[in-house]
Nanobody, 120 residues
Framework: QVQLVESGGGLVQPGGSLRLSCAAS????????MSWVRQAPGKGLEWVSA????????SYADSVKGRFTISRDNAKNTLALQMNSLKPEDTAVYYC?????????????WGQGTQVTVSS
């Protein structure tokens, strides 16, 4: 079955950096686009970034553009999100999600999430 396991979250000061990872299994990773989404306390899900299958194109929410970088390693079935210049408003649970197709579309599986807290 599809499994997505995130790691790398934690507490960081404003302006700091974190790198999230997602280990994928149970499907042919290189055939599907992948996304990161987040949920801040008391708010709904917010799409953060996506990357097409292969070493395809990427896209970002305006709120993170220029600060976050999504990447994938198809040989290791892993997805990553490098987060720089973190702000308190980036505090959220971050989820890795599998798309339904090779290009960025709706997602059908999510991981359990990893908490990111940005605070001084």
């Amino acid at each position: 079955q599809v499994q997505l396991v995130e790691s790398g979250g934690g507490l960081v000061q404003p302006g700091g950096s974190l790198r999230l990872s997602c280990a994928a299994s149970g499907f042919t990773f290189n055939r599907y686009a992948m996304s990161w989404v987040r949920q801040a306390p008391g708010k709904g899900l917010e799409w953060v970034s996506a990357i097409n299958s292969g070493l395809g194109s990427t896209s970002y929410a305006d709120s993170v553009k220029g600060r976050f970088t999504i990447s994938r390693d198809n040989a290791k079935n892993t997805l990553a999100l490098q987060m720089n210049s973190l702000k308190p408003e980036d505090t959220a649970v971050y989820y890795c999600a599998k798309a339904r197709a090779a290009t960025m579309t709706a997602c059908d599986y999510w991981g359990q999430g990893t908490q990111v807290t940005v605070s001084s």
